[in-house]
């Protein structure tokens, strides 16, 4: 397994809810932030929320702001997306990931959970 490992994706209907699962693997893993990226096929990957693990700032991308929210578990190491009032657009493989201390981006990727919306 890798520094990250992703659970909680599958087949919800429309206006219905999911709830993203991030571990790190590793205690000893220091970051300053993580996030949530989602990949749509023929997409490119896109931004969807991120937390700032010193101080728990989040931040999320206009798509999915007021219907998706990021939390964590700083004692289980993990961070959730909970996903409420889901649409057929946010059908994706959704990834966790996470910016090392002293890196310039995020540099640790889950393997992704794929979140299937029909309508």
């Known amino acids: 397994q890798g520094p990250l490992v992703e659970s909680g994706g599958g087949l919800v209907q429309a206006g219905g809810s999911l709830r993203l699962s991030c571990s790190a693997s590793?205690?000893?893993?220091?970051?300053?932030?993580m996030g949530w990226f989602r990949q749509a096929p023929g997409k490119e990957r896109e931004f969807v929320a991120s937390?700032?693990?010193?101080?728990?700032?989040?931040y999320y991308s206009d798509s999915v702001k007021g219907r998706f929210s990021i939390s964590r578990d700083r004692t289980m190491n993990t961070v959730y997306l909970q996903m409420n009032s889901l649409k057929p657009e946010d059908t994706a493989v959704y990834y966790c990931?996470?910016?090392?201390?002293?890196?310039?981006?995020?540099?640790?990727w889950g393997q992704g959970t794929q979140v299937t919306v029909s309508s």
């Open positions: 990931a996470a910016q090392g201390v002293g890196a310039t981006g995020y540099n640790y």
């Open positions: 937390m700032r693990w010193s101080g728990g700032t989040t």
């Open positions: 590793s205690t000893t893993l220091s970051r300053v932030a």
